[in-house]
């Protein structure tokens, strides 16, 4: 009886793997897809998606395959040889959680800006001046004039005290060579920026919402994968699969980590106190959402499973097997 349950166990434990892998690798290729088409900024770049991986692979190997086995198990019908890994109440719940994760990051990428007030794509969060002290502008043609300018490189000193993109696009009264004020952006100088400035620092902050949100979205995913079935409940008996917790603090401990410090190598930025909680609350919609996809009424395919009413096509393969190979003993009199 124990080997028969830890028999069920480890196959339900590949079946839970199998259903969380298989959303993460819909949505980060589909993610990726549509960004490049889209024109975007990658959403998930290549260090990213190593993370990504190693969350997939290795952390969620080790989280789901390690629950242990349950007297629930023992009741269970057998499958059958030919049964797919696959079952139609998986690919319910791969379906549905994928979908809503693809469409939750979609909103990110093309409207994300506007949600968190911030610019989208790849900004600059810090520039340094390369610009030589005769380059001039002229505030009233917008032009540059070495001759009469007055508004040189050296303006982004003076005017910006934020040190970055919100600085030099904000609109601002700048006196021209007559003392008069010209209510410009310093952006709005001809060709000013690529002239005066470089970037000394980029900045990540959409590309890191949608990195966080991807990522709490899996480790919520993770939790609601533990049900192959219509079980609501996806923290069941989850103290006492110490692995699982472990993977859980561990995977939190590395995506603060790689957010708040991974900087240029992640290309990652910082994100406020109000960007992780929404981020963390738009990931943890995977937990009522995998509740709720369990009340669609799909069961398993009855073939699945052995009937031990009537002969099955593993039991007569077998049974015809074991005949031809006794035929000859029995032809010898034996």
């Not at 030919?82 to 079952?87: C, E, G, I, K, R």
């Not at 000193?157 to 700048?174: F, L, M, V």
């Not at 609601?224 to 923290?235: A, G, I, V």
Request: charged letters at 20%; a negative charge; hydrophobic letters at 40%.
């Amino acid at each position: 009886v124990r080997a028969i349950s830890w028999g069920r166990c480890v196959y339900d434990n590949i079946r839970k793997f199998l259903q969380f892998q298989l959303t993460v690798n819909l949505v980060a290729l589909s993610i990726v897809f549509i960004g490049a088409v889209a024109g975007f900024p990658e959403p998930l770049n290549a260090v990213q998606l190593l993370w990504v991986n190693l969350v997939m692979d290795t952390m969620g190997a080790l989280a789901l395959g390690t629950e242990a086995p349950t007297p629930e198990l023992l009741q269970r019908r057998p499958y059958k040889r030919s049964a797919s890994l696959v079952s139609w109440p998986m690919r319910r719940n791969i379906i549905v959680q994928s979908v809503f994760q693809l469409i939750l990051l979609l909103l990110l990428l093309f409207v994300g800006p506007s949600w968190f007030n911030i610019k989208g794509g790849i900004t600059c969060d810090r520039f340094k001046i390369k610009g030589e002290s005769y380059m001039m502008w002229n505030p009233d043609t917008l032009e540059r004039d070495d001759v009469s300018g007055n508004v040189g490189c050296e303006a982004y000193k003076t005017y910006c005290a934020s040190e970055g993109d919100d600085c030099i696009d904000d609109d601002r009264n700048i006196p021209d060579s007559q003392g008069i004020n010209q209510y410009i952006a310093l952006t709005d100088l001809e060709d000013w920026k690529d002239t005066c400035l470089e970037c000394n620092k980029n900045g990540y902050v959409q590309g890191s919402i949608i990195f966080n949100t991807f990522i709490f979205c899996q480790f919520f995913n993770e939790y609601t994968s533990r049900s192959l079935f219509d079980e609501m409940n996806c923290f069941r008996g989850i103290f006492t699969n110490t692995v699982f917790l472990m993977v859980s603090i561990v995977t939190l401990g590395c995506q603060i980590f790689l957010i708040e410090v991974g900087g240029e190598f992640v290309k990652t930025s910082p994100l406020t106190l109000s960007q992780w909680l929404i981020t963390i609350a738009m990931g943890a919609i995977g937990l009522p959402l995998g509740a709720l996809m369990r009340l669609i009424p799909i069961k398993e395919d009855p073939n699945s499973f052995f009937d031990s009413s009537r002969p099955d096509d593993d039991q007569t393969a077998v049974t015809s097997k074991h005949d031809s190979k006794s035929a000859p003993l029995l032809k010898n009199g034996m």
